[in-house]
């Protein structure tokens, strides 16, 4: 598989990455430990050198499991963690971004992860009561120690991202991307592209909406959180489904798949935007990862665009309690 760099500061990566959340959390289909063992060292015998997990996932347990899976390969690998949340009982009760928490998060993700490295490490939602200079001041340090090599931000907005980019050069920002989700066409992109900074997309198949195998009729499971997502409920699925029968147009022309289509425009915007779609099927892995082969033509992508425009997207891409989370 072909590699893209994020940032400046050399991070090199597999042009596809794997997000592992949905392995064991958050979704309906959750995989066992040896399943979830499995499936990484699969991703990883196909080429993908970046994975993509969170303290929060689960909590702990995500970690837990991709340190074990990548434990044999963990030379050959980038792994990318998160911090920011703050912990009760094995729940999260809010964000946490202090120093000390950090370097408490860190040590713990290392321990976690079999390593004595995190390769990129992100602040996971930005924390209104701690500046970001401090926390981009902490992650500096850690980077002096050895234990972090480089500085990622989830969900932040641009006034935040310089801010933190002016004490510790950050080499990547994690945000939802896709055909589904495409605001930080707006003012993210352009100041990534000023500063130098790449783009890791997460939900690039829109939590699997854009692969068509999401319709009118479809039930998510207790405990699935696109129960939670305004995009996804079923008053606004079936108009939204305009989308993929757009996509779905292309990829027949292409003789290919919409997912394929989905992650082929992704990697066609831009050589600093990698995709992190996660699956628990080896099929899809296998599907997901062929999207590196689509080429799109200029004539492709202007096409596309344009029927996506003329698409409305109806209702929110998180729920209200998430919403307040997000940094813009």
């Known amino acids: 598989m072909q590699k893209r760099t994020l940032g400046k500061q050399g991070l090199e990566v597999s042009a596809l990455g794997y997000g592992c959340m949905g392995l064991n959390f958050a979704y309906s289909e959750l995989l066992d430990e040896a399943a979830v063992v499995a499936m990484l060292r699969a991703a990883n015998e196909r080429g993908v050198t970046f994975f993509d997990t969170a303290e929060i996932y689960g909590p702990f347990t995500n970690e837990q499991l991709v340190g074990k899976a990548l434990s044999p390969v963990r030379d050959e690998v980038v792994i990318a963690t998160k911090f920011g949340f703050r912990f009760d009982d094995g729940k999260s009760v809010g964000l946490d971004s202090r120093p000390t928490s950090i370097r408490n998060a860190v040590e713990g993700s290392l321990q976690r992860l079999r390593t004595d490295h995190i390769d990129l490490l992100y602040q996971h939602r930005v924390d209104p009561e701690v500046p970001v200079e401090?926390?981009?001041?902490?992650?500096?340090?850690?980077?002096?120690?050895?234990?972090?090599?480089?500085?990622?931000?989830?969900?932040?907005?641009?006034?935040?991202?310089?801010?933190?980019?002016?004490?510790?050069?950050?080499?990547?920002?994690?945000?939802?991307?896709?055909?589904?989700?495409?605001?930080?066409?707006?003012?993210?992109?352009p100041a990534l592209a000023e500063l130098g900074i790449g783009l890791v997309a997460f939900s690039p198949l829109g939590k699997g909406f854009l692969t068509g195998a999401i319709d009118a009729n479809t039930k998510f499971a207790k405990g699935d959180f696109r129960n939670t997502v305004p995009r996804l409920a079923s008053d606004t699925r079936e108009t939204n489904m305009r989308l993929v029968e757009v996509i779905g147009r292309l990829a027949d022309a292409k003789g290919v798949t919409k997912a394929q289509i989905a992650l082929g425009w992704l990697l066609t915007r831009e050589p600093w935007i990698v995709p992190i779609p996660g699956t628990t099927k080896l099929h899809r892995l296998e599907e997901n990862l062929g999207a590196a082969s689509v080429t799109l033509t200029p004539t492709e992508m202007e096409g596309l665009r344009e029927a996506v425009e003329s698409v409305v997207i109806e209702g929110h891409r998180y729920s209200p309690a998430a919403q307040k989370m997000i940094d813009r």
């Open 134 to 189: 401090d926390v981009a001041g902490t992650v500096k340090e850690l980077i002096a120690e050895g234990k972090v090599k480089y500085f990622g931000l989830s969900e932040a907005g641009v006034s935040t991202i310089r801010r933190a980019h002016a004490v510790q050069p950050v080499s990547a920002l994690q945000s939802e991307y896709s055909l589904f989700w495409r605001e930080p066409e707006e003012v993210i992109l």
